[in-house]
């Protein structure tokens, strides 16, 4: 028999004259960290890490959130660390890695007049798809430098890369099948912002039935910090869980320890 499917998780096992739809399961691999509200057991076996947004229009201060909205990216470094110190250890874990990046089409016929003022609420010209005064550089736009994933964090040939052009990186994109393809139970999230995609992403991910599970020092916003405090309360409160990065890798570590 041959396995026929987009993923191991999720294939037949076929012949020429019978199919087999029973799935492979993989065998638990359990892990317990803290937590809030609770401290949490996951299944690593049934997991996946999303790192929303940190490419370089979010996170780099040549890129569109410092050079034309004015805002203060001076924390993404020490964010880059934490997520950068996180990767190797979900991927010797054998956690698949997910890379959501907003990248919209060079004609920006993804995006409704509501998107497009959230990013130009002045009328400046300023938005997505606009050359940047000087480098001429597109904001937000598919295979322009802002949306390279920013220096200091560099993807395996193994993770997969998701574009949107939402906050929501669910809406309009293949991210629900391919997470329902890795058989996945649970999200971890990383990335930027905490209260404004990777929150639209989350929210989402808990409506659609994923455990949500914020790694609140491997999120950032450029909002103010009473943002991040009610991103925290409402996850804690409405849609899941807080951890950190340092715990899990503390745990992962502790797992592979002889």
Known sequence: MRLLGPTPQ???RVTRTEVDLR???PPSRPVTIAAEPQRLTLDLS???LLVVDMQNDFCHPDGWLATRA???VSGAPALISVIAELLPEVRAAGVPVVWLTWASRP???NLAPG???AYDIDATGTGIGEPAPGSGRPALQEGAWGTQIVTGLVPDAADI???KHRMSGFFDTPLDSILRNLRTDTVLFAGVNADQCVMATLTDAACLGYDAVLLEDAVGTTSPEYC???TLYNVRRCYGFTATAAGLVTALRSGRRP
Request: aromatic share 4%; net charge positive; glycine share 4%.
């Open 107 to 109: 004609d920006r016929m």
């Open 115 to 117: 998107v497009l003022h």
């Open 10 to 12: 999720n294939s037949w």
């Open 70 to 72: 004015g805002l203060d």
């Open 161 to 163: 890369h998701v574009a």
């Open 228 to 230: 991040m405090q009610a």
């Open 46 to 48: 049934r997991t996946v």
């Open 23 to 25: 799935r492979p399961v």
